[in-house]
């Protein structure tokens, strides 16, 4: 019987991230996926600032920034009545091309497709020859021992039956996960929101035709309230993406009248090519946990948002990056005994936190349904009503690109291996971000006077920061995790910013990135102090 340490199921960018990460931390697995794929209506298309570091942290950024989306894009989102009806707002949003990075990051927001997002995941994965990726192969069954998971896989072209003892499974299986089910794990929250129609098509030239200023997100409003967006998916091969938020759920993509759509959109008959259709389930949940025994579930198959605030698979990139160290750890054998639960103590509360404010977004559309009769109109009371009526969509639907706090904010606060300092949390807003070193928090970025960030300090090891020459040497910090075989380094950083924002003369920083401990001295216990960040 074949043998592999962690065995993925499921190539969506989710477990084709964890590939890659397991890979990188040097650890072999095996990716089961059942399609060939190959991605025809994608749905991804932001790749958020959180996401964008990880891939800087795994040295993929660069092909990330150089996708096919044209770097000097506009990346704007506009309410419109129709794209040959009146503008009512705009947000801008600009072109990668002259833009700065946010100011807590060194990296920004990458508008990327999935068609083009899923190959880079894909070759950073196969860059690690750990990593093998079995495409058109499905998982049928698997059974947890205790001491690893017996897994049966096919393969689809050939009907061949394999037995694959795994030392552990990772469900990254999309929404109707059939490994969640099967592990009886239940999803909490407000469950189906809609269900929205994809049309795809292909309209060279468009935004030129309707006489329409660049952007990338159109949000159309007219007499019947607000009822679809329309997306430039892939500007050199002008493919666009019209979404109508929402169906009565009786529709195929066969009864949809198409051209009638596009008509509303435009504001008359338009001709465009169509590419494709599909008819989704717009779902708020959670996963009530993230593991069981050796299983474990990541992405969707544990949290199903709406995309208003694009936090889906970014959500589960971040799952795969908490994920990743702790089976690395295990699998060097210097994790300890609890660090594999935590993934699922400081995960979930992610996710929940994840569909909340992403349902709020979407829910934020609800208040533009009724009272537009006069929207269109070429008359005093029409330009009134459009002059209110922009600022508004702005301010409101216009939250859900307004989202650095969510991205950057999550935490681990009541995370068992995570040493808490007493001090307060700052506030946790969507839309504002506060820096903060805090055990728990993400270990905040800082401009260094050579160049580097304080982020490209945290890859595979644990990393203690001394902060100036006064700082304590933390000699037996690193002595107590040697002793315990956690590898860890010591950076000494000069810099008074970085130190402000940090805290403390000594920053424990895990291998993911995220603070595990701090403190002005070295602490009595640090062997206690060791054992508790490696779930000991
Ligand atoms: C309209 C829309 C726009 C979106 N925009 C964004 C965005 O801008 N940013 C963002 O972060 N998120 C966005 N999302 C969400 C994002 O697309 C999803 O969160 C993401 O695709 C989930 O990735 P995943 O890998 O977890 O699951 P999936 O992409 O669903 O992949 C799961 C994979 O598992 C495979 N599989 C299932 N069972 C088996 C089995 N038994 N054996 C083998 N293979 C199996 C499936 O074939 C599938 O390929 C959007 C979603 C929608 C609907």
Known sequence: MRKVPVLIVGGGPVGL????????????????????????????????????????????????????????????????????????????????????????????????????????????????????????????????????????????????????????????????????????????????????????????????????????????????????????????????????????????????????????????????????????????????????????????????????????????????????????????????PNLLESYSVERQPIGARAINHTSEFHLSHGKFHDGFATIEDDTEEGRTFRAEIGPELVREVGRMFRTIGLQLGYRYDDSPIIVPDGTEAVPDDPETFIASARPGARAPHVALADGRSMLDLYARDYVLIRFGYKAPEGSEMVEAAKSRRVPIVVQRIDDAEAASIYGASLVLVRPDGHVAWRGDSVPNNPVEIIDRVRGG
């Not at 794929?37 to 749905?43: H, L």
């Not at 091969?237 to 435009?266: C, F, H, Y």
Request: net charge neutral; proline share 4%.
């Open 17 to 336: 991230a964890l590939a890659g990460e397991l890979g990188w931390r040097g650890v072999s697995c095996l990716l089961v996926e059942q399609t060939d794929g190959s991605i025809v209506t994608p749905k991804m298309n932001e790749v958020n600032v959180r996401t964008m570091e990880f891939c800087r942290r795994w040295g993929i950024a660069d092909k990330v920034h150089n996708c096919p989306f044209p770097r000097d894009h506009a990346r704007d989102a506009v309410f419109v009545t129709s794209f040959t009806g009146y503008e009512l707002g705009r947000i801008p949003r600009p072109a990668v091309v002259g833009s700065k990075p946010e100011q807590w990051s060194p990296m920004r927001l990458q508008t990327c497709s999935q068609m083009w997002f899923d190959p880079i995941l894909r070759d950073f994965a196969l860059s690690s020859k750990g990593v093998e990726l079995r495409y058109r192969t499905r998982l049928e069954n698997f059974k947890d021992l205790g001491t690893g998971v017996t897994c049966e896989i096919v393969d689809l072209e050939t009907g061949k039956r394999e037995t694959v003892e795994a030392g552990y499974l990772v469900g990254c299986d999309g929404a109707t996960s059939a490994i969640r089910n099967e592990l009886g794990i239940g999803l909490t929250g407000q469950g189906v929101l809609g269900h929205p129609v994809h049309l795809f098509f292909r309209a060279p030239d468009f935004l030129k035709r309707v006489g329409k200023a660049e952007g990338t997100f159109f949000l159309a409003i007219d007499k019947g309230g607000l009822w679809a967006n329309i997306r430039v998916v892939d500007p050199v091969n002008a493919m666009w993406r019209l979404m109508m938020i929402d169906s009565d759920g009786k529709q195929t993509p066969e009864s949809i009248d198409r051209n009638a759509l596009i008509e509303r959109a435009v504001g008359k008959p338009f001709s465009v090519e169509w590419v494709g259709c599909s008819i989704w389930t717009r779902r708020s949940l959670v996963a009530e946990q993230y593991s069981k025994g050796r299983v474990f579930l990541a992405g969707d198959a544990v949290h199903q948002l709406s995309p208003t605030g694009a936090m889906g698979m970014n959500t589960g990139i971040g799952d795969v990056v908490d994920l990743g160290w702790k089976l690395a750890a295990v699998a060097q054998g210097w994790g300890g």
